[in-house]
């Protein structure tokens, strides 16, 4: 069964930072493009970061270049988003997708605040 599974979600005070992690099952994630998007609330879900399967560069939303880093390990299967310098504008549900696959996982909730 093919399956992504997020965490790592919360609530961070703006200027913190958090690493969401993705594990995946039923694929080999470092084989196929992973992605990671968030649907702020009230908005459309948008594509914040992306990691090709080849080491081929990454890709990152305007609004988040050089605060945000995609990586992976392929050892654990697992896709990260390390996201530092976070902004109340960063607050959205966060979902990992592997778009060969077809599948996204449930979502983690990050929110800035103070």
């Known amino acids: 069964q093919v399956q992504l599974v997020e965490s790592g979600g919360g609530l961070v005070q703006p200027g913190g930072s958090l690493r969401l992690s993705c594990a995946a099952s039923g694929f080999t994630l470092s084989q196929t493009t992973m992605r990671w998007y968030r649907q702020p609330p009230g908005k459309a879900r948008e594509l914040v970061a992306q990691i090709n399967s080849v080491g081929g560069p990454t890709m990152y939303a305007d609004s988040v270049k050089g605060r945000f880093t995609i990586s992976r390990d392929n050892a654990k299967n697992t896709v990260y988003l390390q996201m530092n310098n976070l902004k109340p504008e960063d607050t959205a549900v966060y979902y990992c997708?592997?778009?060969?696959?077809?599948?996204w996982g449930q979502g983690t909730q990050v929110t800035v605040s103070s």
């Open positions: 997708n592997a778009p060969g696959p077809g599948t």
